[in-house]
């Protein structure tokens, strides 16, 4: 389960962001704080938390800044490179660049990177790359080319491997793409060909890629809106040759092809991807989170500024230009199941509760307290509930519901499982949701008499609960033949396998009425069956006249003859429905949340089968059983279309007086008139 949360404006300032959008944008030394480089003169240190710039520095007019301003994590230094070879190192304390430690390089930089653990990496456009210390011991150095003639850099990145960094980064020559990959720990430089089949021969507009032990996952967005994921061995096999890797679809039509802006990819966690591109050809700029695992669309969040199709990720924190501002969207991944991928994860809050929000707004904190007339009884307060709690050493409300699971009776573990569900929720909720169905499933199984169903229906209530997290859930509730707690599941589980469906269903099948009649079983699903069929019973047993016409009269009688050449002994034919309403509603109750973005409704669902009835028509005329049917239908329509007659006479009645009306003037005289309806 993913999700995005509200977004904020981090500057207010109008960046210079060019038609490509901006530069880039670079974590400093500090978790909260970020450089941004505009794509022309400027870099400014933001502060997220303050929602404001700390510093701004700006070259001289007539140069420009050519590649993105990273932090030297060692030094606490930044690093930039303006007019392609010049380097600038500089720091907090320093305020005009012109007068910063300047070093002028031998060849054309495509930019620096830098993480933790390591120093900082300058990459040139040649391919070649180099550590700062030694650049900087002799910045004049040669530098060699290790790529191609025409062939350009599109994207790289930089990781840290087993404390060893590692870079890839990605050429393009001709249409044909390829990737290289070096290891600083074995100084070994192997380059791969990224195969493209035939149906995949599209220009590819955005690269992210995240590691693992033994492979490096690169994920490409093509132009015709689909992902592919290319795995790259950290440790090749022959690092001479040009390598073969081919890609395997992912996604499909995640955008729409060729869109307006471009469009941006970048990797959330092993299971999640952020993709910023418009969705559909005519709609607008979208920012949406997929689970890869499960395919599944996750959240999505329309931008209806605009974009630049530039997309940064740090610490569960979304960068982009919306308009021409700066904005972060906080997002949040739960760790994929599939019960998450179908959205049946649900989060619920007091409603109660006023959230504060991750972010302050100084403009609008006095309705939580901050900055206003009061804040200094907000504080003793606040010192008051600290004082508080701090007497009050208790064990935890999680504790204590584990505990009593042990050994307690059902009904002081059902008080213990309210009170924890009456708290608020913290990040650890699901996993002490999923330990205490174990516990009590655990003890279940121990124990023969001990089933506190109570408890684990609200548990299956907190839309935390799946098949796959609790399989020993249904089973318990089948071999105690509870049908209450089976319907229960069936409303909630979303991945109930097919074997656990079909033994709900024999169970459904082969319990007594007399069994359901004690059972409390949701009757929602047929509430409107049970309605219409008393009033098909009601119709049947009232002979009803509307408008003043009866349908048994004249020519609606002839139809019935056949049909009423029975013995004179012969009963009427009653017919029941064999289901009582509660076995009903254990079958007839299905959820329409279908997968996809546009889902069919129920009302596409039956004009689709509509048609198939419509086009064995003549299949359903030859059953004998239907003719009954077929005889009662064009009895009501030709009743209905006596009706229509009549109620249309009527109208040209009225529409006739209406003129006489209007076309009369009498000024005042006095005068009688009758008038005959035929």
Same mark, same amino acid.
């Given at each position: 389960?993913?999700?995005?949360?509200?977004?904020?404006?981090?500057?207010?300032?109008?960046?210079?962001?060019?038609?490509?959008?901006?530069?880039?944008?670079?974590?400093?030394?500090?978790?909260?704080?970020?450089?941004?480089?505009?794509?022309?003169?400027?870099?400014?240190?933001?502060?997220?938390?303050?929602?404001?710039?700390?510093?701004?520095?700006?070259?001289?007019?007539?140069?420009?800044?050519?590649?993105?301003?990273?932090?030297? *994590?060692?030094?606490?230094?930044?690093?930039?490179?303006?007019?392609?070879?010049?380097?600038?190192?500089? /720091?907090?304390?320093?305020?005009?660049?012109?007068?910063?430690?300047?070093?002028?390089?031998?060849?054309?930089?495509?930019?620096?990177?830098?993480?933790?653990?390591?120093?900082?990496?300058?990459?040139?456009?040649?391919?070649?790359?180099?550590?700062?210390?030694?650049?900087?011991?002799?910045?004049?150095?040669?530098?060699?080319?290790?790529?191609?003639?025409?062939?350009?850099?599109?994207?790289?990145?930089?990781?840290?491997?087993?404390?060893?960094?590692?870079?890839?980064?990605?050429?393009?020559?001709?249409?044909?793409?390829?990737?290289?990959?070096?290891?600083?720990?074995?100084?070994?430089?192997?380059?791969?060909?990224?195969?493209?089949?035939?149906?995949?021969?599209?220009?590819?507009?955005?690269?992210?890629?995240?590691?693992?032990?033994?492979?490096?996952?690169?994920?490409?967005?093509?132009?015709?809106?689909?992902?592919?994921?290319?795995?790259?061995?950290?440790?090749?096999?022959?690092?001479?040759? /040009?390598?073969?890797?081919?890609?395997?679809?992912?996604?499909?039509?995640?955008?729409?092809?060729?869109?307006? /802006?471009?469009?941006?990819?970048?990797?959330?966690?092993?299971?999640?991807?952020?993709?910023?591109?418009?969705?559909?050809?005519?709609?607008?700029?979208?920012?949406?989170?997929?689970?890869?695992?499960?395919?599944?669309? $996750?959240?999505?969040?329309?931008?209806?500024?605009?974009?630049?199709?530039?997309?940064?990720?740090?610490?569960?924190?979304?960068?982009?230009?919306?308009?021409?501002?700066?904005?972060?969207?906080?997002?949040?991944?739960?760790?994929?199941?599939?019960?998450?991928?179908?959205?049946?994860?649900?989060?619920?809050?007091?409603?109660?509760?006023?959230?504060?929000?991750?972010?302050?707004?100084?403009?609008?904190?006095?309705?939580?307290?901050?900055?206003?007339?009061?804040?200094?009884?907000?504080?003793?307060?606040?010192?008051?509930?600290?004082?508080?709690?701090?007497?009050?050493?208790?064990?935890?409300?999680?504790?204590?519901?584990?505990?009593?699971?042990?050994?307690?009776?059902?009904?002081?573990?059902?008080?213990?499982?309210?009170?924890?569900?009456?708290?608020?929720?913290?990040?650890?909720?699901?996993?002490?949701?999923?330990?205490?169905?174990?516990?009590?499933?655990?003890?279940?199984?121990?124990?023969?008499? *001990?089933?506190?169903?109570?408890?684990?229906?609200?548990?299956?209530?907190?839309?935390?609960?799946?098949?796959?997290?609790?399989?020993?859930?249904?089973?318990?509730?089948?071999?105690?033949?509870?049908?209450?707690?089976?319907?229960?599941?069936?409303?909630? *589980?979303?991945?109930?396998?097919?074997?656990?469906?079909?033994?709900?269903?024999?169970?459904?099948?082969?319990?007594?009425?007399?069994?359901?009649?004690?059972?409390?079983?949701?009757?929602?699903?047929?509430?409107?069956?049970?309605?219409?069929?008393?009033?098909?019973? !009601?119709?049947?047993?009232?002979?009803?006249?509307?408008?003043?016409?009866?349908?048994?009269?004249?020519?609606? /009688?002839?139809?019935?003859?056949?049909?009423?050449?029975?013995?004179?002994?012969?009963?009427?034919?009653?017919?029941?429905?064999?289901?009582?309403?509660?076995?009903?509603?254990?079958?007839?109750?299905?959820? !329409?949340?279908?997968?996809?973005?546009?889902?069919?409704?129920?009302?596409?669902? !039956?004009?689709?089968?509509?048609?198939?009835?419509?086009?064995?028509?003549?299949?359903?005329?030859?059953?004998?059983?239907?003719?009954?049917?077929?005889?009662?239908?064009?009895?009501?329509?030709?009743? $209905?279309?006596?009706?229509?007659?009549?109620?249309?006479?009527?109208?040209?009645?009225?529409?006739?007086?209406?003129?006489?009306?209007?076309?009369?003037?009498?000024?005042?005289?006095?005068?009688?008139?009758?008038?005959?309806?035929?």
């Amino acid at each position: 389960m993913a999700a995005l949360e509200e977004e904020f404006t981090l500057s207010t300032v109008f960046l210079g962001a060019g038609p490509d959008g901006l530069l880039g944008v670079e974590q400093s030394d500090k978790t909260d704080q970020f450089l941004v480089t505009d794509s022309g003169r400027t870099v400014i240190h933001y502060k997220v938390s303050d929602q404001k710039p700390l510093g701004s520095w700006s070259v001289k007019q007539g140069h420009i800044i050519t590649c993105p301003a990273v932090c030297n *994590f060692q030094t606490g230094e930044y690093i930039v490179v303006h007019d392609s070879k010049v380097l600038r190192i500089w /720091n907090n304390e320093n305020v005009n660049l012109d007068k910063v430690f300047k070093a002028t390089l031998s060849a054309e930089v495509f930019r620096i990177h830098s993480i933790q653990g390591t120093e900082p990496l300058v990459q040139f456009k040649g391919g070649a790359v180099r550590g700062l210390e030694a650049l900087l011991a002799e910045p004049q150095q040669k530098i060699e080319t290790v790529i191609s003639d025409e062939e350009v850099i599109k994207w790289s990145k930089f990781f840290m491997a087993f404390r060893y960094p590692v870079l890839i980064f990605i050429t393009e020559k001709h249409g044909n793409y390829f990737a290289y990959v070096q290891m600083f720990n074995s100084c070994t430089l192997s380059k791969y060909t990224l195969l493209l089949g035939q149906e995949e021969k599209s220009v590819i507009q955005s690269f992210t890629a995240s590691m693992d032990r033994k492979f490096i996952s690169l994920l490409s967005l093509s132009s015709h809106g689909c992902i592919y994921e290319t795995l790259i061995p950290t440790h090749p096999s022959d690092t001479e040759k /040009n390598q073969k890797v081919a890609r395997s679809l992912l996604l499909k039509a995640v955008v729409s092809g060729n869109p307006r /802006n471009g469009v941006a990819l970048t990797v959330l966690d092993r299971d999640h991807v952020a993709v910023l591109g418009p969705p559909l050809p005519a709609s607008k700029e979208c920012l949406s989170i997929w689970n890869i695992k499960f395919q599944t669309l $996750q959240t999505s969040k329309e931008l209806p500024q605009g974009t630049s199709g530039q997309l940064w990720n740090y610490g569960e924190n979304l960068f982009m230009l919306h308009g021409k501002f700066l904005t972060v969207i906080p997002y949040k991944c739960e760790v994929s199941s599939l019960a998450g991928a179908l959205g049946k994860l649900k989060y619920s809050q007091d409603p109660g509760a006023h959230a504060m929000p991750h972010f302050v707004n100084w403009e609008t904190s006095q309705e939580y307290g901050l900055g206003s007339q009061n804040s200094e009884q907000s504080r003793r307060n606040l010192r008051r509930r600290k004082i508080e709690v701090s007497l009050q050493p208790q064990m935890p409300a999680s504790k204590q519901l584990l505990s009593a699971i042990k050994k307690d009776s059902e009904k002081h573990i059902e008080v213990e499982l309210r009170k924890f569900l009456a708290m608020k929720q913290t990040p650890d909720f699901h996993a002490i949701i999923g330990d205490v169905v174990t516990g009590l499933l655990g003890r279940c199984k121990a124990e023969p008499s *001990f089933y506190p169903r109570n408890c684990l229906m609200q548990l299956i209530q907190t839309h935390v609960l799946s098949y796959s997290l609790c399989p020993g859930l249904m089973e318990v509730a089948l071999e105690k033949t509870d049908v209450q707690m089976l319907q229960l599941c069936l409303q909630h *589980f979303p991945d109930i396998p097919e074997s656990v469906t079909c033994a709900c269903l024999k169970i459904f099948l082969s319990i007594g009425d007399d069994s359901l009649q004690e059972a409390d079983i949701s009757m929602e699903s047929v509430f409107d069956y049970s309605d219409s069929a008393q009033e098909e019973k !009601m119709e049947e047993q009232t002979e009803i006249l509307q408008n003043g016409f009866n349908p048994g009269e004249e020519n609606c /009688n002839n139809c019935d003859q056949e049909l009423n050449e029975k013995p004179q002994d012969a009963t009427e034919e009653i017919t029941s429905c064999p289901v009582i309403p509660k076995r009903a509603a254990l079958f007839e109750n299905a959820t !329409m949340t279908l997968p996809g973005i546009h889902p069919p409704t129920l009302n596409q669902i !039956m004009d689709w089968i509509c048609l198939l009835l419509d086009a064995n028509f003549t299949v359903v005329v030859m059953i004998p059983e239907a003719k009954r049917l077929l005889i009662n239908l064009y009895k009501f329509v030709k009743s $209905q279309i006596c009706v229509y007659s009549e109620l249309n006479k009527i109208e040209v009645s009225f529409r006739e007086l209406q003129k006489l009306n209007q076309e009369k003037n009498n000024r005042g005289l006095y005068s009688i008139e009758v008038l005959e309806l035929f």
